[in-house]
């Protein structure tokens, strides 16, 4: 299938820059638990806990892990703790074109495909487009080709004046929530380039509003839809997010499905008339990363 021969995953292992007491001491922190109350969750001595943290004790590492599990650290992070400690990490970070992965290729590109003729992406941690279905070309009229270069950043093209930006009709409130899901996968994971790539977005000029931002009574909307102007029409989007349940793998756990549905009566017409329009047509999609 050619959306399975698309996936690809950038490999790398980050290295620590601190001892395994201070990088434990910061998760702690940021989870913001004192010494006592982690201690009582992994059922062992707060002297203990203090002296790992102050580089007077060396943790075994049964001991890494299950503190990396009650501190709930990412399975990237918890690799980084290991080789801090002096082990060898844990969890494979393999690329999705691995023959370990065939299994999970296949149900990206399975679920990605049966979303048509809505659109979906498979992204991973930073925000970055690892497949795509291609679906609704029309998104992505009159955005600035070097944002729609792999690898594609999703922040970086919905939020660029000139990429969607300038055609989300609820801009304000769109950009408000993915600011939102940004801010708390900094706080789950401590990621300094999601950190960077925030304050990038953050600085994005923003339109003047001309009213407060707020749903419209009529819309009786329960969840934040994504607004679109296109040359078809208003479109309406909401979204899902789905996630792998029990990955053992870095490249598992970091990646996500976005599936779009429409949100309306209205946009579920006029994509469906846009497919049906380019059956025998060849339009530009977007890519995934190369």
């Not at 809505?118 to 992204?123: D, E, G, M, T, V």
Request: hydrophobic fraction near 45%; charged fraction near 20%.
């Amino acid at each position: 299938m050619e959306l399975a021969s698309r996936l690809h995953y950038r490999v790398g292992m980050d290295k620590p820059t601190h001892s395994i007491g201070v990088l434990l001491r910061e998760w702690r922190q940021r989870r913001r638990l004192s010494q006592l109350e982690l201690a009582v969750q992994a059922e062992v001595s707060s002297r203990h806990l203090s002296f790992i943290e102050t580089g007077r004790s060396q943790p075994s590492r049964e001991m890494v892990l299950r503190l990396a599990e009650e501190l709930a650290i990412p399975m990237r992070e918890r690799n980084v703790l290991l080789v801090a400690g002096g082990y060898a990490p844990v969890f494979a970070q393999r690329s999705l074109d691995d023959p370990a992965l065939v299994a999970a290729r296949n149900a990206i590109d399975l679920v990605l495909e049966a979303q048509k003729p809505y659109p979906a992406f498979a992204i991973d941690r930073h925000w970055l487009v690892v497949a795509s279905n291609a679906a609704l070309p029309e998104l992505y009229a009159g955005v600035l080709p070097a944002l729609l270069q792999p690898p594609i950043n999703v922040l970086r093209l919905s939020l660029h004046p000139h990429g969607l930006a300038p055609r989300i009709a609820n801009l304000r409130e769109w950009r408000a929530h993915l600011l939102a899901a940004t801010r708390r996968r900094i706080d789950v994971t401590g990621d300094q380039v999601l950190a960077e790539l925030l304050r990038e977005v953050s600085e994005y000029p923003v339109p003047a509003a001309k009213s407060p931002v707020q749903i419209a009574a009529n819309d009786q909307a329960v969840i934040v839809p994504f607004k679109i102007v296109t040359s078809a029409g208003l479109l309406s989007f909401f979204s899902t997010t789905t996630v792998f349940g029990t990955p053992v793998d870095v490249t598992l756990s970091e990646l996500a499905l976005e599936l779009f549905f429409p949100a309306d009566a209205a946009t579920a017409d006029i994509v469906r008339r846009l497919a049906n329009d380019s059956t025998d047509q060849s339009r530009p999609a977007i890519a995934a990363a190369e």
